[in-house]
């Protein structure tokens, strides 16, 4: 195994620790998101839902917030977990638009995407390939 193998196996089990306090009595689909800035801290974010259920927020954008609130923009990459209840991850669990925009604001292209089942089943993508074509700031100069 090597020395990036190892730090995405870290950075899903970041993922799950987080997804374990996902706030979802609606969905019942925990989401976690472990996202580390280039200098190796880890951010943690769950989804926090609401009874108006618009007003949810993803793991994703709570991670992401988070960082950014506490003056953090700089992002080397993600690792994403979800489940229902009391199960095991059956898939993949992939940011949705809204989360992808956000990454967008703040994460280059090469900006990694982890979506994982376990530490040893998981896929890896750039930003660029979850969100090719994307508006940003460029657009409204
Ligand atoms: N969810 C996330 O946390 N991240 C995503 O990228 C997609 C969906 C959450 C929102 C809601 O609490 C639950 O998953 C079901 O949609």
Not at 40 to 57: F, K
Not at 74 to 82: M, P, T
Request: a negative charge; one cysteine or more; glycine letters at 8%.
């Amino acid at each position: 195994m090597n020395g990036i193998e190892n730090k995405d196996k870290e950075l899903i089990k970041w993922a799950f620790a987080a997804a374990g306090n996902a706030y979802c009595p609606y969905s019942h689909f925990h989401v976690g998101a472990a996202l580390r800035t280039v200098d190796d801290t880890v951010y943690l974010g769950c989804n926090i839902e609401n009874s108006s259920y618009g007003a949810t927020n993803c793991a994703e954008r709570t991670a992401i917030f988070k960082a950014v609130s506490d003056g953090c923009t700089d992002f080397k990459e993600i690792a994403i977990v979800g489940f229902l209840d009391g199960k095991e991850p059956e898939d993949y669990a992939y940011p949705c638009g809204i989360c992808r925009q956000v990454m967008s604001e703040f994460c280059g292209r090469d900006f990694r995407i982890i979506v994982a089942k376990s530490e040893n089943d998981y896929k890896v993508y750039t930003l660029d390939q979850l969100l090719p074509e994307s508006f940003g700031a460029d657009n409204i100069k």
